[in-house]
Protein backbone atom coordinates (compact mmCIF):
# COMPACT_ATOMS: atom_id res chain seq x y z
CA UNK A 1 0.00 0.00 0.00
CA UNK A 2 1.22 3.60 -0.47
CA UNK A 3 1.80 5.98 1.86
CA UNK A 4 -0.17 8.64 0.38
CA UNK A 5 -3.82 7.83 -1.54
CA UNK A 6 -5.57 9.90 -3.48
CA UNK A 7 -8.93 11.26 -1.52
CA UNK A 8 -11.78 13.77 -1.51
CA UNK A 9 -9.11 15.49 1.14
CA UNK A 10 -6.92 15.93 -1.09
CA UNK A 11 -9.13 17.55 -4.19
CA UNK A 12 -9.86 21.05 -5.04
CA UNK A 13 -12.60 20.67 -6.94
CA UNK A 14 -11.13 21.79 -10.31
CA UNK A 15 -10.48 19.28 -12.62
CA UNK A 16 -7.20 21.00 -13.74
CA UNK A 17 -5.88 20.63 -10.20
CA UNK A 18 -7.30 17.66 -9.37
CA UNK A 19 -6.16 15.71 -12.19
CA UNK A 20 -2.95 17.01 -11.95
CA UNK A 21 -2.46 16.11 -8.41
CA UNK A 22 -3.77 13.04 -8.76
CA UNK A 23 -0.97 11.82 -11.06
CA UNK A 24 1.23 13.41 -8.71
CA UNK A 25 0.05 10.86 -5.95
CA UNK A 26 -0.03 8.13 -8.71
CA UNK A 27 3.78 8.90 -9.85
CA UNK A 28 4.54 9.25 -6.01
CA UNK A 29 2.79 5.90 -5.25
CA UNK A 30 5.31 4.24 -8.44
CA UNK A 31 8.60 5.23 -7.18
CA UNK A 32 7.41 3.98 -3.44
CA UNK A 33 6.84 0.42 -5.59
CA UNK A 34 9.67 0.48 -8.07
CA UNK A 35 12.09 -1.83 -8.05
CA UNK A 36 15.98 -0.50 -7.35
CA UNK A 37 16.97 -1.03 -11.14
CA UNK A 38 13.86 1.09 -11.87
CA UNK A 39 14.22 3.27 -9.23
CA UNK A 40 15.81 6.08 -10.56
CA UNK A 41 13.76 6.10 -13.87
CA UNK A 42 10.61 6.52 -11.81
CA UNK A 43 12.17 9.16 -9.58
CA UNK A 44 12.78 10.78 -12.69
CA UNK A 45 9.68 10.44 -13.94
CA UNK A 46 8.44 12.02 -10.84
CA UNK A 47 10.04 14.93 -10.94
CA UNK A 48 9.75 15.40 -14.54
CA UNK A 49 5.80 15.72 -13.46
CA UNK A 50 6.57 18.10 -10.79
CA UNK A 51 8.56 20.38 -12.93
CA UNK A 52 5.57 20.98 -14.70
CA UNK A 53 2.78 20.33 -12.24
CA UNK A 54 4.75 23.42 -10.24
CA UNK A 55 5.21 25.55 -13.01
CA UNK A 56 1.59 25.53 -14.79
CA UNK A 57 0.76 26.82 -10.61
CA UNK A 58 3.56 29.00 -10.78
CA UNK A 59 1.84 30.89 -14.01
CA UNK A 60 -1.34 30.68 -12.86
CA UNK A 61 -0.02 32.39 -10.12
CA UNK A 62 1.43 34.98 -12.02
CA UNK A 63 -1.55 35.41 -14.66
CA UNK A 64 -3.83 35.86 -11.44
CA UNK A 65 -1.41 38.46 -9.45
CA UNK A 66 0.18 36.46 -6.94
CA UNK A 67 3.77 37.65 -7.06
CA UNK A 68 6.26 35.33 -8.37
CA UNK A 69 8.28 35.56 -4.62
CA UNK A 70 5.12 34.58 -2.98
CA UNK A 71 5.78 31.53 -0.36
CA UNK A 72 3.75 29.01 -2.32
CA UNK A 73 5.69 29.75 -5.09
CA UNK A 74 9.20 29.71 -3.17
CA UNK A 75 7.71 26.37 -1.42
CA UNK A 76 8.06 24.62 -5.15
CA UNK A 77 11.41 25.88 -5.78
CA UNK A 78 12.65 24.54 -2.97
CA UNK A 79 10.65 21.25 -3.49
CA UNK A 80 11.97 20.99 -6.81
CA UNK A 81 15.57 21.66 -5.80
CA UNK A 82 15.03 18.72 -3.01
CA UNK A 83 13.73 16.61 -5.97
CA UNK A 84 16.52 17.00 -8.30
CA UNK A 85 19.23 16.71 -5.66
CA UNK A 86 17.46 12.71 -5.52
CA UNK A 87 17.99 12.31 -9.07
CA UNK A 88 22.01 13.22 -8.73
CA UNK A 89 22.36 11.16 -5.72
CA UNK A 90 20.59 8.11 -7.75
CA UNK A 91 22.91 8.89 -10.87
CA UNK A 92 25.80 8.65 -8.35
CA UNK A 93 24.71 5.63 -7.14
CA UNK A 94 22.99 6.27 -4.23
CA UNK A 95 19.28 5.47 -4.23
CA UNK A 96 18.62 5.10 -0.28
CA UNK A 97 18.07 9.13 0.27
CA UNK A 98 15.11 8.72 -2.80
CA UNK A 99 13.55 5.97 -0.60
CA UNK A 100 13.57 8.68 2.29
CA UNK A 101 12.51 11.76 0.07
CA UNK A 102 9.49 9.44 -1.94
CA UNK A 103 8.32 8.81 2.06
CA UNK A 104 8.81 12.37 3.11
CA UNK A 105 6.98 13.82 -0.43
CA UNK A 106 4.02 11.70 0.58
CA UNK A 107 4.00 13.82 4.02
CA UNK A 108 4.67 16.93 2.82
CA UNK A 109 1.35 16.61 -0.32
CA UNK A 110 -1.29 16.85 1.82
CA UNK A 111 -0.34 20.20 4.08
CA UNK A 112 1.04 21.50 0.68
CA UNK A 113 -2.42 20.76 -1.03
CA UNK A 114 -4.71 21.64 1.93
CA UNK A 115 -3.60 24.95 2.44
CA UNK A 116 -1.47 26.80 -0.45
CA UNK A 117 -3.33 24.86 -3.26
CA UNK A 118 -6.74 25.28 -1.45
CA UNK A 119 -5.54 28.84 -1.24
CA UNK A 120 -4.63 29.15 -5.02
CA UNK A 121 -8.08 27.08 -5.95
CA UNK A 122 -10.35 29.51 -4.05
CA UNK A 123 -8.55 32.72 -5.63
CA UNK A 124 -8.80 30.70 -9.36
CA UNK A 125 -12.05 30.49 -9.00
CA UNK A 126 -12.61 33.60 -7.39
CA UNK A 127 -11.39 35.02 -10.63
CA UNK A 128 -12.74 32.92 -12.94
CA UNK A 129 -9.31 32.18 -14.36
CA UNK A 130 -9.22 29.89 -17.49
CA UNK A 131 -6.03 27.64 -17.16
CA UNK A 132 -6.47 26.82 -21.45
CA UNK A 133 -6.42 30.33 -22.23
CA UNK A 134 -4.71 32.12 -19.31
CA UNK A 135 -7.96 34.24 -19.47
CA UNK A 136 -9.28 36.05 -15.99
CA UNK A 137 -12.87 36.11 -16.65
CA UNK A 138 -13.31 38.01 -13.42
CA UNK A 139 -10.92 41.01 -13.66
CA UNK A 140 -12.21 42.93 -11.44
CA UNK A 141 -12.78 39.67 -8.69
CA UNK A 142 -8.22 40.66 -9.09
CA UNK A 143 -6.50 41.86 -6.56
CA UNK A 144 -5.14 45.34 -6.80
CA UNK A 145 -1.67 44.39 -5.11
CA UNK A 146 0.30 41.62 -5.76
CA UNK A 147 -0.09 38.99 -2.99
CA UNK A 148 2.44 38.05 -1.47
CA UNK A 149 1.70 35.36 1.11
CA UNK A 150 -0.45 32.68 0.56
CA UNK A 151 -3.96 34.19 0.30
CA UNK A 152 -3.82 32.93 4.11
CA UNK A 153 -2.77 34.33 7.17
CA UNK A 154 -0.08 31.47 7.77
CA UNK A 155 2.09 32.97 5.17
CA UNK A 156 0.91 37.14 5.12
CA UNK A 157 3.26 39.57 6.70
CA UNK A 158 2.86 39.38 10.40
CA UNK A 159 1.36 42.27 11.64
CA UNK A 160 3.48 44.67 13.97
CA UNK A 161 4.32 43.78 17.71
CA UNK A 162 3.17 46.90 19.70
CA UNK A 163 3.58 47.05 23.51
CA UNK A 164 1.06 47.63 25.94
Known amino acids: MHTLQWSAALAMDLPFMDDTHHEFVDLLGAVEEAEE ?21 DRWMVDTHFASSNCHSVQHRVVLQVLREGVALGEAGDLKPIRQMA ?23 RVG ?3 ATGVVHAPQALPTEKIN ?16
Open 37 to 57: SQLLSTWRALVEHTVLHFGDE
Open 103 to 125: HELAAWFPQHAQSMDAALALHLR
Open 129 to 131: YDT
Open 149 to 164: GCAGEVCSDPAPITST
